[in-house]
């Protein structure tokens, strides 16, 4: 009831295409989702977040749509670019804890 | 804001060896988390501290582990001894209150051999 599933394990998207990444979650008590980039050798860092009181966020290119009926929230990323390539993981918490449990991350290629 | 800072960046040690990674989070954040990176498990969380107490370290894999907090700018994760299949990137992260974006440090890669 802990798991975050996410998918897919890996993704090439052309340059300008639209990249999606999907995560799935047990646990109710869930109520923060974040979205985090990791490049090689960094640590993840903050993308975009969303609380299940709204189904949609947007900022810039990228865009956060949620389903709490389903138990489903997924990451859109439009008009990706070469540097976008990195791997990104979703993540849910409860709010009361802070306590993230993470996807298992998408590695995600955009191709020139 | 200097961010959360890690050392050593890379450390490579015996198998026997006690290992000490050393966490300083961002001045003023209230919560402090270990979290271990690997390809099969993917990212961990091995305990989590709010105000220098540790909350739940249900993550921790064994006794081997353990994890201090003496003040709000430090933290160390102990392995005492090491096995080869500690090999991970372990990172700190902290956040300003429960519930906020957690801050990632650039991670600590351990390899023991």
């Known amino acids: 009831q802990q798991q975050v599933k996410q998918s897919p394990q890996s993704l090439i998207v052309q340059k300008g295409g639209i990249s999606i990444i999907n995560c799935a979650y047990e646990n109710t008590a869930f109520d923060y989702f974040p979205w985090y980039q990791q490049f090689p050798g960094k640590g993840p860092a903050l993308l975009i977040a969303i609380r299940p009181d709204v189904s949609e966020k947007k900022e810039g290119r990228f865009t956060i749509s949620f389903n709490k009926s389903a138990k489903q929230f997924s990451l859109h990323i439009m008009d990706s670019q070469p540097g976008d390539s990195a791997t990104y993981f979703c993540?849910?918490?409860?709010?009361?804890?802070?306590?993230?449990?993470f996807g298992q991350g998408t590695t995600l290629q955009v191709k020139p | 804001d200097a961010g959360v800072i890690q050392s050593p960046r890379h450390e490579v040690t015996e198998m026997g060896q006690e290992v000490t990674l050393r966490c300083k989070p961002i001045?003023?954040?209230?919560?402090l988390f270990w979290y271990r990176q690997t390809m099969m498990r993917g990212l961990e969380l091995l305990i989590y501290f709010n105000n220098n107490v540790p909350i739940d370290d249900s993550g921790m894999p064994e006794d081997r582990f353990s994890a201090k907090m003496p003040n709000a700018s430090f933290s160390t994760l102990k392995i005492q001894p090491s096995e080869p299949r500690d090999s991970a990137v372990y990172f700190c992260?902290?956040?300003?209150?429960?519930?906020?974006?957690?801050?990632f440090g650039n991670g600590t890669r351990l390899t023991v051999t």
């Open positions: 993540a849910a918490s409860p709010s009361d804890t802070g306590k993230l449990i």
């Open positions: 001045s003023g954040h209230n919560s």
């Open positions: 992260a902290s956040s300003p209150a429960t519930g906020s974006p957690l801050h």
